[in-house]
């Protein structure tokens, strides 16, 4: 995911013919569903991460608990 996001400006879309546009959207359909493709494979360590912070949290808890 290493290149810059595409970016168009008013200018450049409303001087682009019907076939430029369509070209337009279908890359920017590819690097949205690239840029997701990305994010789903980081799925495994978000829920980690997460479950890891629900037990430290959750221990936390408890020991504040007990002190209290």
Do not use: C
């Not at 994010?39 to 829920?47: D, L, N, S, T, Y």
């Amino acid at each position: 995911m290493g290149e810059a996001p595409f970016i168009l400006k008013e200018k450049d879309w409303e001087k682009a013919t019907p076939e430029q546009r369509d070209w337009y959207i279908y890359n920017a359909i590819l690097a949205l569903s690239a840029r997701v493709d990305t994010v789903e494979k980081g799925a495994w360590f978000h829920r980690g991460a997460s479950f890891i912070g629900g037990l430290v949290g959750g221990i936390a808890a408890a020991l504040g608990l007990k002190l209290s």
